[in-house]
């Protein structure tokens, strides 16, 4: 099945550094969605993206909807040991179906 | 806790066996999702229902099959299971079945084929 392409894969930072990481696709999507997934959990809905060039924030996290559609960013300010984990991307297009399409994930390691 | 629960956490089977996940929405959902994650296909869409009726199909295998019962909770039927089935099977929910209602995801179950 069709997932779309993160990078980096992982990541290694220390403690109080930015991350950034991105995510693209080679077909258009409606929405971008950011999840992030802790080990032997489901994942949890971080930030949701409408609109082509968007740009939103949920506490140390800020995402970007792509102007092209196909591409995605998310960047966390400031990290902290519990940033630690997964995160994935995943783009939806609007109709009578929702379904995610994932990204490969970008794992975070933060080192103290 | 994202209030979609799912049963079991952990199931250890035999290769050909058949298999029965549970999933129940958030209070208020109509539809459920079912994903499938494993280390080398990652997380892929098998099936969404909506208020009891089918309403998208992924990657889901024909020896795989789900249904959603009238008080919405989800049930996801896996047979004759192979060692590829190996895998964590997530259930989400969302308010509607289209757009801008975001799925929350449960906790998943395990299922280790050996």
């Known amino acids: 099945g069709q997932q779309l392409n993160q990078s980096p894969q992982s990541m290694f930072i220390q403690e109080g550094e930015d991350v950034s990481m991105n995510c693209t696709s080679s077909?258009?999507?409606?929405?971008w969605l950011w999840y992030k997934q802790d080990p032997g959990e489901g994942p949890v809905l971080l930030i949701a993206?409408?609109?082509?060039?968007e740009l939103t924030s949920n506490g140390r996290l800020t995402a970007q909807f792509g102007i092209t559609r196909k591409d995605s960013f998310l960047n966390i300010s400031a990290s902290i040991p519990s940033d630690v984990g997964i995160y994935f991307c995943?783009?939806?297009?609007?109709?009578?179906?929702?379904?995610?399409?994932f990204g490969t994930g970008t794992r975070l390691q933060v080192t103290l | 806790d994202s209030g979609v629960t799912q049963t079991p956490k952990h199931l250890i089977t035999a290769t050909g066996q058949r298999v029965t996940l549970r999933c129940s929405p958030r209070?208020?959902?109509?539809?459920v999702y079912w994903y499938q994650q494993s280390l080398d296909q990652g997380l892929q869409f098998l099936i969404q229902?909506?208020?009891?009726?089918?309403?998208a199909k992924g990657n889901i295998l024909e020896r795989f099959s789900a249904q959603q019962f009238p008080d919405l909770h989800s049930e996801l039927n896996l047979s004759s299971l192979e060692l590829g089935d190996s895998a964590l099977y997530f259930c989400?929910?969302?308010?509607?079945?289209?757009?801008?209602?975001?799925?929350?995801f449960g906790p998943g179950t395990r299922l280790t084929v050996l």
């Open positions: 989400a929910s969302s308010v509607m079945g289209n757009s801008n209602n975001e799925q929350f």
């Open positions: 077909s258009i999507f409606n929405t």
């Open positions: 993206l409408y609109k082509a060039g």
């Open positions: 995943a783009g939806r297009n609007t109709g009578t179906a929702s379904k995610l399409t």
């Open positions: 209070s208020g959902d109509l539809s």
């Open positions: 229902y909506y208020n009891g009726e089918e309403r």
